[in-house]
C-alpha cells in the first residue's frame, strides 16, 4: 500500500508518474489556487471535448458538456472561485488530496486511459461536508516531445467504490 500523497507508481515509470503529477497535485494545486494558467499547458486544446456523466451508470443519460477547452476552462475557473468562497475547517488542498486516487492507467503506445477516482468529504466550518463521490476518465496523448497531455475526458462517473 502506497501513501496517498506520493505517486503508486515506481519511480522507473516516467510515463505514469508524468501523468499522475500532471491529474493529482497539480490539478489539486491549480484548483485550490484557481490558477488555469498551472493546468493550461497540460490540455491538447485541439479537438479537446468532454463528457458529463452525471453520475449516471446509463451512458444514455450523459451529456457533450464540453465541446472544447475554452467551455472547459470556464466551467472549471466557475467552480474554483466558487470553492474559494467556501470556508473549510480543514486545508482545502488536503482534503482534495486524501479524497482523489489515482492507481490505474493503461497505456497503448502513445495513448493513456488514466483513471481518477474521487470519494471522500471536505468539512466545512459550518459543520456541514462536501462530499467527493464520483469517477473521471481521462484521455491523454504522449507528444513527439515525451510530454503528456490530456485531449478529453469522461467526468462525474458514477463511484461505486466504498467508503
Known sequence: MHRCDQSPFPPSDTDRNQIWEMLVPRDIAAFVAADW???EGDFKADGFYAIDACKSDNPDDWKMMFPDLGAYRDEWLRQAIDAQKIEFAEDL???VFRSTRLEKIDITGNRALVR???NGRIKKADGTEDRL???THY???KQADGKWL???FTGYLPNHDPA
Do not use: D, P, R
Request: glycine share 12%.
Open 116 to 118: 481518477k477516482h474521487f
Open 150 to 152: 490530456i485531449t478529453g
Open 139 to 141: 484521455y491523454c496523448e
Open 93 to 95: 488542498y488536503a482534503g
Open 133 to 135: 463521490l464520483w469517477k
Open 37 to 39: 494558467s498551472m493546468v
